[in-house]
C-alpha cells in the first residue's frame, strides 16, 4: 500500500512462516496480535483482516478496544459461519462443469465457485485428504506438488482448486511436507468456524467490506454486526466473491484507503 502506511501482513498461527501450535482460536490469535504490536513497538493500529483475519481482528477489537485504532473487517460476520452456505442446485451446477471442463466464468457467481475451497461444508473434507498424502522421494518441488494434487484428487475435483492447495508444499532440508500444520487446523476446525459470542462492544470506527457475489456476509448478519460494532459501516462491492481483494482490486482499494484516511467525525454508521 504505497499510500503512506507502514504495513506488517503477519501469518496467522499454524500458517506460512509463523510457528505451529497445538491450539488455535480467535481469542488465541487476537493476543497473537498484540505481541506482535508489542514486539514492534506500535500501542495502537487500522487492523484490517480478511475471512478467518477479519474474524481475528474482531476478536482484538472486541477485547482490546485500546489497541484497533479503526477496523476494517472483509467478507467475514461475527456470527457461526454453518455448513451448506450454497444451495445443493448451485453445488451440482459447479460439479458438472468441473467434470465436463467447463469454463467457471459461465456458472453464476463463478467468483465465489473458484474459491469454493473456503466453504466450511468442504473445507474438513480438504483437510482430511491432505492429511492423507504421502511423499515418497520425489525429485523436485514440482513432482512432489503434482503427486500431492493427484493423491487428493478423490476429494477435490475441481483443478483450479488442487492446484491452490498443492502450493502449500514445500521442501525443507530436502524432504517435502506441507507449510501449514494440517493437525493442528484439522483438530481446531470447530474454534475456526465459530466466533465467539461476545457482550462487550468496539465503539471505534468500522467498516466491513463483502463481497456482492459472497454468501459469507449477507444481510442476515447485520444485526450482530450493529451490536457489537455500532460505528460500522457497511459496503458491498458488486461482481465481487468472498475474495473481494482478488476479485474487485481497485474497488476494494478505493474503500479502504478513503476509510483509512478519512477523519473519525466525518465516518457515520450506515
Known sequence: MAVGFQVL????????RSPHTHYMDYSLMSEDIQLLMRREGISQAAIVG?????RTAM????????????????DVAPTRMEAGTFSPEYRQATRRATLKGTSLSTIKHAQEVERILETPSNFPEYVKALLQVRFDGEPTLLEARRSASDQIA???ENELIRAFLVTNVTE???IYGWKCNLKAIAANLNHITAFTSFNQQYSGDTLFIGGGNSAYFTKADYPEVYRLFPRAQIVNID???????????????QHL????????DQLQST
Open 239 to 253: 461482481g465481487a466473491g468472498h475474495w473481494v481483494h482478488y476479485d474487485k482490486p481497485h474497488e476494494f482499494m
Open 59 to 74: 476478536a482484538l477489537a472486541l477485547n482490546k478496544n485500546s489497541a484497533v485504532e479503526r477496523l476494517v473487517v472483509v
Open 172 to 174: 525443507e532440508n530436502g
Open 9 to 16: 501482513v503477519p501469518d496467522a498461527r499454524n500458517h506460512g
Open 154 to 156: 478423490w476429494a477435490v
Open 50 to 54: 480478511h475471512s478467518m483475519g477479519g
Open 257 to 264: 484507503i478513503s476509510f483509512l484516511n478519512a477523519p473519525s
